[in-house]
T-cell receptor, first 114, second 113 residues
Framework: NAGVTQTPKFQVLKTGQSMTLQCAQDMNHEYMSWYRQDPGMGLRLIHYSVGAGITDQGEVPNGYNVSRSTTEDFPLRLLSAAPSQTSVYFC?????????????FGPGTRLTVL | GDSVTQMEGPVTLSEEACLTINCTYTATGYPSLFWYVQYPGEGLQLLLKATKADDKGSNKGFEATYRKETTSFHLEKGSVQVSDSAVYFCALTPNQAGTALIFGKGTTLSVSS
């Protein structure tokens, strides 16, 4: 099992650029989520999904889009990057009966927006 | 709204010292409580959990007891090692399906030999 994988590990964008952060899991988990981690802020939920075709907003969804076309993949799209989106992004997944508490986290993507 | 408050760090200890990281929560109903650990350069890993009052979660020598009367879930270890150096996050989920995992701000632990 590769677990939860994220690509890229690092990314630098200019303000206004768009990009997609990739997340995949091979554990057949129904629940997937995206968090951002900022210094002194803990982790905050951006979007989550309880299955293919079903997504919902978390605490900080503005400026981000998600879709879930397969069980395995849950990409996060930045539509027009802003410096305030400089952060470390974590994808996580779990079975529904342990969601959202007991999740498996990916290694993270460190994003810098200039 | 629901929230988690952790003691501020960094916490600096010598090897074999005792560790306590305080965590208190505010939540309606009966939340489930978790401790996650983040080693340098890595994602978070679930360390332990407790789902009801008086439950004790334990793993890798760490323990935490769900205390409803004091709304606390303090993390303890009797003898820390250098390899325990990491950031520790207390978190909760409200007792409702599909809601978020709410994190504290994290406590950095540094253990020296």
């Amino acid at each position: 099992n590769a677990g939860v994988t994220q690509t890229p590990k690092f990314q630098v964008l200019k303000t206004g650029q768009s990009m997609t952060l990739q997340c995949a899991q091979d554990m057949n988990h129904e629940y997937m989520s995206w968090y951002r981690q900022d210094p002194g802020m803990g982790l905050r939920l951006i979007h989550y999904s309880v299955g293919a075709g079903i997504t919902d907003q978390g605490e900080v969804p503005n400026g981000y889009n998600v879709s879930r076309s397969t069980t395995e993949d849950f990409p996060l799209r930045l539509l027009s990057a802003a410096p305030s989106q400089t952060s470390v992004y974590f994808c996580a997944s779990s079975y529904m009966d342990s969601a959202p508490g007991a999740q498996y986290f990916g290694p993270g993507t460190r994003l810098t927006v200039l | 709204g629901d929230s988690v408050t952790q003691m501020e760090g960094p916490v600096t200890l010598s090897e074999e010292a005792c560790l306590t990281i305080n965590c208190t929560y505010t939540a309606t109903g009966y939340p489930s409580l978790f401790w996650y650990v983040q080693y340098p350069g890595e994602g978070l890993q679930l360390l332990l959990k407790a789902t009801k009052a008086d439950d004790k979660g334990s793993n890798k020598g760490f323990e935490a007891t769900y205390r409803k009367e004091t709304t606390s879930f303090h993390l303890e270890k009797g003898s820390v090692q250098v390899s325990d150096s990491a950031v520790y996050f207390c978190a909760l989920t409200p007792n409702q399906a599909g809601t978020a995992l709410i994190f504290g701000k994290g406590t950095t632990l540094s253990v020296s030999s």
